[in-house]
């Protein structure tokens, strides 16, 4: 099994995605530091909101097999960088959450991901389940 670490701003969905994945008991709560849950590394959102933080990212990914940049569609704006994905030397991809709610964009999520230079997108819903399937195949 593979390990994947979740990066993203507060609130876009990385905890309630990792309990939903988690087959383990996990109990989401707010994230003030980096976090070890089993096959997952979930990071504060503050992580990503404040750049002085980026080298604990960096650090953190080093014990994982995929780095998740997660993205939620109701935002009209995003905090990652053009091409910070560049930055990880692991396999990177991104993860569109909420993409079930009224008045989501998905495509402007997907062209902030690809801007932050992600190829690889999975459409996701912690709700209905969707996409969950294809991060299990990711993570198998």
Partial sequence: MKKMMLIGE???GKTTLIQRLSKDAFIAKKTQAV???GRFIDTPGEFLENRRFYPALITSS???DVVAMVQDATRISSLFPPQFATIFNRRVIG???KVDVDGCNVAR???FLANAGVKEIVRASSMTHIGLDILQDILA
């Fill in 10 to 12: 507060s609130g876009v």
């Fill in 109 to 111: 999520a997907e062209r």
């Fill in 62 to 64: 080093v014990d994982c």
């Fill in 95 to 97: 993860i569109v959450t």
């Fill in 35 to 37: 976090e070890f849950c």
